[in-house]
């Protein structure tokens, strides 16, 4: 049996945006689909890009194509990502999308491990130091983190 990579790519959007306004979000403009060769790059039911990790070799070709920077790489045994590219703050970002980031901190302050940090108004999750516990999961009010295995929910 093959062995997986060790990176593997996610899109920082979850297509949630409630106008055409949220210049944060996906555009779906297709060039990540265009750029991966192994075809794990498809439209979620919401238009905004999604990212089939089995499918995914961490080439990066897609993060590259992405004119929106909302396409990063992270480690694969690292089940926690952030699904949000809003910089706006509180009623901004809830008024551009239904599951943005609203900058309010519990994920940071709740993170035994400084693991995750808030800086420009999005949370930025560092694999290195994640301890997996699922407490950013949790705490986010918004559903922004998220476990892509669907064991830890708010």
Same mark, same amino acid.
């Given at each position: %049996?093959?062995?997986?990579? +060790?990176?593997?790519?996610?899109?920082?959007?979850?297509?949630?945006?409630?106008?055409?306004?949220? !210049?944060? !979000?996906?555009?779906?403009?297709?060039?990540?689909?265009?750029?991966?060769?192994?075809?794990?790059?498809?439209?979620?039911?919401?238009?905004?890009?999604?990212?089939?990790?089995?499918?995914?070799?961490?080439?990066?070709?897609?993060?590259?194509?992405?004119?929106?920077?909302?396409?990063? =790489?992270?480690?694969?045994? /690292?089940?926690?990502?952030? +699904?949000?590219?809003? $910089?706006?703050?509180?009623?901004?970002? +809830? %008024?551009?999308? $239904?599951?943005?980031?609203?900058?309010?901190?519990?994920?940071?302050?709740?993170?035994?491990?400084?693991?995750?940090?808030?800086?420009?108004? &999005?949370?930025?999750?560092?694999?290195?130091?994640? =301890?997996?516990?699922? /407490?950013?999961?949790?705490?986010?009010?918004?559903?922004?983190? &998220?476990?892509?295995?669907?064991?830890?929910?708010?």
């Amino acid at each position: %049996m093959a062995r997986l990579p +060790k990176k593997t790519a996610y899109v920082a959007c979850n297509g949630g945006c409630r106008s055409i306004n949220c !210049g944060y !979000g996906c555009i779906a403009c297709s060039a990540c689909i265009n750029a991966c060769r192994k075809e794990a790059v498809s439209y979620n039911e919401y238009g905004a890009a999604e990212i089939d990790v089995l499918k995914c070799v961490g080439c990066g070709l897609c993060v590259k194509a992405c004119p929106q920077k909302l396409i990063q =790489l992270h480690d694969r045994e /690292n089940f926690f990502i952030v +699904k949000c590219s809003n $910089r706006e703050k509180g009623m901004q970002a +809830k %008024m551009e999308c $239904r599951i943005s980031c609203i900058a309010c901190g519990l994920c940071e302050k709740n993170c035994p491990s400084q693991a995750v940090r808030v800086l420009d108004n &999005i949370v930025v999750l560092n694999d290195y130091y994640c =301890l997996a516990c699922g /407490n950013c999961v949790i705490s986010c009010p918004r559903g922004v983190i &998220i476990d892509t295995r669907g064991i830890i929910r708010r």
